[in-house]
């Protein structure tokens, strides 16, 4: 069992940055591919971005690449997304994940957090 909870939302202005943080407990290991996933009212959760716990891996969504970054500090169990350049598209709920895989964290993924908000006003 892996346990994930973010912290960080918030409401920034259109252009402004916001760091999200990810803590994992429980089952953590060097194998884990850690994800941020997000779900905008009203449509589907859709990916963000992903690092391998080696750091052997980053992935980006289209949307995000060039804005924000991605980084885990592996001593700590921390998983951060460095937003920035916010859009008012970016908001939505953000949720981190995890799970041994890539592809399966990009279709489902085994452990979730509960969320948290973020609202970029314009």
């Known amino acids: 069992q892996v346990q994930l909870v973010e912290s960080g939302g918030g409401l920034v202005q259109a252009g402004g940055s916001l760091r999200l943080s990810c803590a994992a407990s429980?089952?953590?290991?060097?194998?884990?591919?850690m994800g941020w996933f997000r779900q905008a009212p009203e449509k589907t959760r859709e990916f963000a971005a992903a690092?391998?716990?080696?750091?052997?891996?980053?992935w980006y969504a289209d949307s995000v690449k060039g804005r924000f970054t991605i980084s885990r500090d592996y001593a700590k169990n921390m998983v951060y997304l460095q937003m920035n350049s916010l859009k008012p598209e970016d908001t939505a709920v953000y949720y981190c994940?995890?799970?041994?895989?890539?592809?399966?964290?990009?279709?489902?993924?085994?452990?979730w957090g509960q969320g948290t908000q973020v609202t970029v006003s314009s």
């Open positions: 429980g089952r953590t290991t060097s194998r884990y591919v």
């Open positions: 690092i391998h716990w080696s750091g052997g891996g980053i």
């Open positions: 994940a995890a799970d041994p895989n890539f592809e399966r964290l990009r279709i489902g993924g085994a452990y």
